[in-house]
């Protein structure tokens, strides 16, 4: 995969599973912190999500909070990416391979959207002080993930530690965790 061709054909497929995958782990994140399904934002992350995941949700039904068809779909979707990208290398990749790869990369998404969600809400609390229906999302989103952390360390002096704590967590789950998959999934190829 060379030519220039070949790698803005590799960049755009890269770009869609991207995107989709994206929107389909947020889609599971509103869901799993109990976002406002009223907010337009989420209603429209629903409706564009729901053609997607309407056929997963029979065979993975949710949960409580906990939208495994969302899940699914992001799965199925990094797998035939990650097939797709044999193909086109002209390299065979061994199931376990693809199961380790695709789950490292979803894992990674939900990780990163956590990481960012969390730097946003904190920009957000500098500037924005009042009630904002399409910002309110982000605290909606981020206040169940920052709840442990506050509890071990309460806010001081007005001043919230919690989401550096939080970060650390993240970003050392990344590392660790995913990085450990990694590793494992290097070997297979």
């Known amino acids: ?12 497929l890269q ?16 869901r ?9 934002i989420v209603m429209f992350i629903a409706k564009v999500t729901n053609p997607v995941c309407k056929p997963f949700a029979m065979i ?9 068809a969302a899940l699914g779909a ?10 797709l990208i044999g193909w086109l290398s002209a390299r065979d990749f061994s199931l376990m391979f693809i199961f380790l790869s695709s789950l490292t990369e979803i894992i990674n998404v939900l990780l990163d959207m956590l990481f960012w969600l969390i730097i946003i809400q904190i920009i957000l609390s ?8 399409n910002l309110d999302i982000f605290r ?25 704590i939080a970060i650390l967590v993240i970003k050392l789950a990344q590392i660790l965790i995913v ?3 990694v590793q494992l999934a290097q070997t297979m190829v």
């Open 179 to 181: 990085g450990s998959i």
């Open 60 to 68: 993975l039904p949710s949960q409580g909070r906990w939208d495994l």
């Open 140 to 164: 909606q989103l981020t206040a169940p993930i920052l709840a442990p952390f506050q509890r071990l360390i309460p806010p001081m002096g007005g001043f919230d530690l919690s989401p550096i």
């Open 32 to 40: 799993a912190t109990h976002t406002d399904w009223r907010n337009p």
């Open 15 to 30: 770009f869609i599973a991207g995107l989709v995958i994206f929107v389909l782990v947020l889609r599971f994140l509103i």
């Open 1 to 12: 995969m060379g030519s220039p061709v070949d790698q803005a054909g590799l960049f755009l």
């Open 74 to 83: 992001a799965f199925t979707i990094q797998i035939i990416f990650v097939l």
């Open 126 to 133: 500098w500037i924005d002080q009042g009630r904002n229906p």
